[in-house]
Each structure stands twice: as structure tokens, then as C-alpha cells.
């Protein structure tokens, strides 16, 4: 497929640990989209860009309204970092070019979408927050093509602490759990935060062992109610050594998804899926950011996406997510 835009996709944070292997997947994806791996170590970003190949190396202060940038172009602005100052958002806006966050929490979103707001033509935003920026959300809206309706949809990922990624990903992981207020779930209808001993809950993982997981709240809750009629929707969040690691292997991630309600054949029902990665948390974060910005220039799945706020699950179709999240090395598994 052609390529529709000359300037390139401007990754901030693209030296780090998940936003070059975003720039590689972007690569394979598409040998000739060119990209600009920016960030404040000028040297890292070449190192990356040349290993990236067909991509240059940006100095950038995110501190800046402009970025530090001065007359250059971009065709869209990924953020792998938390901007607590929105300047890369602001940025895009003001070049009228597609924007990618994936660093916010629920209680965090508002300052993004009073932007849009205020500019709802400028720029597309896809709000990513999502686990692993729709990961979970995505598959979960494909295997749910089984049902006629939902009641329950619960979610639990596996996270190994060794596969945090860099410095940005651990700040992020401290802030959303740390500071963060009580975890939203919807239960029987209502939106709730929720505290005490419902915060916690035993998931059992692919293996089989039972594990206790926290409630945690990424944007899949959001997504998932506004896609969906399900009743009850929780995200939980089991951090600690994973199955494979357990064994002396390198660390993998995995995703749990269980769902309940009527099936297609008018009987009620229930569905387990077990998502794995045996690269861990990273390959997938990088291929799903990769969907989102080749479907905001328009290189898949349709045409160049309009000015909007924006979901993954709006723009991408789910049975294509979860067919490249296999093709990339995610094992996916309907358990009896």
C-alpha cells in the first residue's frame, strides 16, 4: 500500500525500551513510512534510528510548547512518555496531525479530552491507555461475538516485575498504582471505586495456578461498557513472577479474559480465554501502538482517520487486531 503522508511519525520516547521496538514493528509493517525516533539523548535516538533504518534522530524537550522543533514536519505524534505538560498533544493539534497517547489512567483524562473539547476539529487523538493499548479490550471484543448479550466481562493480566520496560514505564507504573485514587469497576449497572477487600481478587493463570490479583484501572473498563451491554466489568492486575520465569525461562506476559452472559444459541454461558506472550509485555505494547498509528494515516483498515477523540476499538477491527497479535507470537487459547 501506498504511503500517504511524506512527513514522518514522530515517536517521542522512541530510544526507550517499548518505543524502538514500536519503531521496528512499525518498520516491518511498513518497510517505507518514514519515522523520526525523538527524544532528549540526541545519541541514543541516532543509535536507534539507525537501527530502526530509513528513520532520523530528533532532539526534543517535551517542556517546550513546540517540542524544541523548529520548522521541521511530522505526520503524526506518538507519546511514550507521560507529558503532564499535554505539549506533545497540543503540538499535534497545532500541525493538525494524529495524536497517540498511552500513559493515562482514568483519573487522569480529563485535561486530554478538555483539549479535544476546545479544538474538536484540529487533530485525530487516540486515547491508548488501554493494557498494552487495547491488548486486552480488542480480543476481548472478538471473543464476545459468541454472545448474544453480556452480563460479566473480568480481565486479569499477568505483569513479571523484571518486564517493566525503562524508566518512563516504572514511573508510570508507580503513579498509576500509587497515587492514583480507589479502582473503578462497573458492578450490576453502576459505576463504583472501590476499596478494601474488593480490590483484590484470586485469578487462576494459564498453568493453573491460583493467583491474587489487585483491581486496576487502565481504559479498558471504559472502552469495554461503551462497547458492550455487559452488566459487571473489572480489570485486575496480578504483578510478580511469571509462569515461565517460575520455571527458569525468561519472563512472559499473559492475559486472561472471562466472559458471561447469553450465548448465541440462547442458553447462558461463560468463555475463558488465555492470552500469551512469551516475549513478555513489551512486543505487544510496540505491535498495538503500531495499529493504531497505520490506522490513523489511513495505511490499513480504512481511510486516514478524521479530527475526533478517538478509542482503539473505534478504529480498529478486532478480529484484525487479535489475527496480528498472532502473527506476531501471541498464543491464544479458549480453555474448557
Known amino acids: 500500500m501506498a504511503i500517504r503522508t511524506h512527513h514522518p511519525v514522530l515517536i517521542v520516547g522512541g530510544s526507550g525500551v517499548v518505543g524502538a521496538q514500536a519503531a521496528q514493528t512499525l518498520r516491518r509493517l511498513h518497510p517505507d513510512l518514514p519515522i523520526a525516533i525523538g527524544g532528549r539523548n540526541l545519541d541514543r535516538a541516532k543509535k536507534t534510528a539507525l537501527e530502526v533504518g530509513k528513520a532520523e534522530a530528533v532532539e ?30 497540543k503540538y499535534a493539534q497545532a500541525q493538525r496531525i494524529p495524536y497517540v497517547g498511552i500513559s493515562s489512567g482514568v483519573f487522569e483524562v480529563g485535561p486530554e479530552m478538555a483539549l479535544h473539547i476546545h479544538a474538536p476539529t484540529k487533530a485525530p487523538i487516540l486515547m491508548g491507555s488501554q493494557w498494552l493499548v487495547g491488548a486486552a479490550t480488542l480480543p476481548t471484543l472478538e471473543f464476545a461475538k459468541e454472545f ?16 517493566m520496560g525503562g524508566p518512563a514505564a516504572a514511573a508510570d507504573y508507580e503513579r498509576l498504582t500509587k497515587a492514583a485514587p480507589s479502582p473503578l469497576i462497573l458492578k450490576d449497572g453502576k459505576w463504583r471505586w472501590i476499596n478494601g477487600e474488593e480490590t483484590t481478587r484470586h485469578v487462576k493463570d494459564r498453568e493453573g495456578a491460583v493467583r491474587e490479583a489487585a483491581t486496576y484501572t487502565p481504559l479498558d473498563v471504559l472502552s469495554l461498557a461503551t462497547a458492550t451491554d455487559a452488566r459487571s466489568i473489572r480489570f485486575d492486575l496480578v504483578y510478580g513472577e511469571s509462569a515461565t520465569r ?8 499473559e492475559i486472561i479474559i472471562e466472559l458471561k452472559g447469553r450465548l448465541k444459541n440462547g442458553q447462558v454461558g461463560n468463555a475463558r480465554y488465555e492470552l500469551f506472550h512469551p516475549g513478555g509485555q513489551a512486543p505487544v505494547t510496540a505491535l498495538s501502538v503500531a495499529m493504531a498509528v497505520e490506522r490513523l494515516l489511513g495505511l490499513a483498515g480504512g481511510e486516514q482517520v478524521e479530527p475526533g477523540l478517538y478509542f482503539p476499538e473505534s478504529l480498529i477491527d478486532p478480529a484484525y487486531a487479535l489475527r496480528r497479535h498472532q502473527e506476531f507470537g501471541m498464543e491464544v487459547r479458549r480453555a474448557s
Request: charge should be negative; charged fraction near 25%.
Open 60 to 89: 526534543l524537550d517535551i517542556g517546550q510548547s513546540n517540542l524544541g522543533l523548529s520548522d521541521q514536519r511530522f505526520g503524526a505524534v506518538v507519546m511514550f512518555a507521560k507529558d503532564d505538560t499535554l505539549n506533545g498533544l
Open 148 to 163: 448474544q448479550s453480556l452480563e460479566t466481562i473480568e480481565l486479569a493480566a499477568v505483569f513479571d516485575e523484571q518486564d
Open 246 to 253: 517460575k520455571r527458569g525461562e525468561p519472563f512472559s506476559t
